[in-house]
């Protein structure tokens, strides 16, 4: 069985302050995304990795795909309290199976 | 291009009554999923469909629950009867290549 581990699973800074999520995995994917989840709504893509060592940026956000395509990193620079609710790892295996992380609940207080 | 549409957004019933949830898709997406989702976790896969065929649903408690994709495309879930624990977000998806594409879900109240 494939898992998808993330940590850490909660987290609450202050405003201004960097943090990073990790999601790993001992299994390979096909590729790896990341989703935002605000209360009462479904999930928001965010990013695809694809290759392994890719990095995207998106604005403050920069995530990075593993070599080996086992694990991925979120970093987020100068947090805002606009960026608080609940990221979501998934990665897709070779018959486009999703594998879901447990989910990291971040809060960034004013 | 329209997102995934679920219907209700709210429900309340009580326990041992039934409910059923629906889902459109975004046009021509094959693989329809249902996830059930506690406050604060990540989703838990209930169900995956491609087209009108059932790939997956190996998480599905088949003694209350119940899905159906008839024509490949719109799909309802069904619980009967609901038990308290049942109370959660389900979220319906579909998927282009890798990536899954949600609907706004419909929160679950069983009292």
């Known amino acids: 069985t494939q898992l998808l581990e993330q940590s850490p699973q909660f987290l609450s800074i202050q405003e201004g302050e960097n943090l990073t999520v990790y999601c790993n995995s001992s299994?390979?994917?096909?590729?790896l995304q990341w989703y935002r989840q605000e209360p009462g709504e479904g999930p928001v893509l965010l990013v695809t990795?694809?290759?392994g060592g890719e990095v995207k940026k998106l604005k403050r956000l920069t995530f990075q795909f593993g070599d080996a395509r086992k694990d991925s990193s979120l970093h987020i620079t100068a947090a805002q309290p606009g960026d608080t609710g609940l990221y979501l790892c998934?990665?897709?295996?070779?018959?486009?199976?999703?594998?879901w992380g447990a989910g990291t609940k971040l809060i960034i207080k004013p | 291009e329209a997102g995934v549409a679920q219907s209700p957004r709210y429900k309340i019933i009580e326990k041992r009554q039934s409910v059923a949830f629906w889902c459109n898709p975004i046009?021509?997406?094959?693989?329809l999923y249902w996830y059930q989702q506690i406050l604060g976790q990540g989703p838990k896969l209930l169900i995956q469909?491609?087209?009108?065929?059932?790939?997956?649903d190996s998480q599905l408690p088949k003694d209350r629950f119940s899905a159906e994709r008839l024509k490949g495309v719109d799909s309802t879930l069904k619980i009967q009867p609901a038990k308290l624990e049942d109370s959660a977000v389900y979220l319906c998806?579909?998927?282009?290549?890798?990536?899954?594409?949600f609907g706004q879900g419909t929160r679950l109240t069983v009292v």
């Open positions: 299994s390979v994917f096909s590729s």
């Open positions: 998806a579909s998927r282009a290549g890798f990536v899954a594409f």
């Open positions: 990795v694809v290759t």
């Open positions: 046009s021509g997406h094959a693989t």
């Open positions: 469909f491609q087209n009108n065929g059932v790939v997956d």
């Open positions: 998934a990665g897709a295996d070779s018959n486009y199976q999703l594998i």
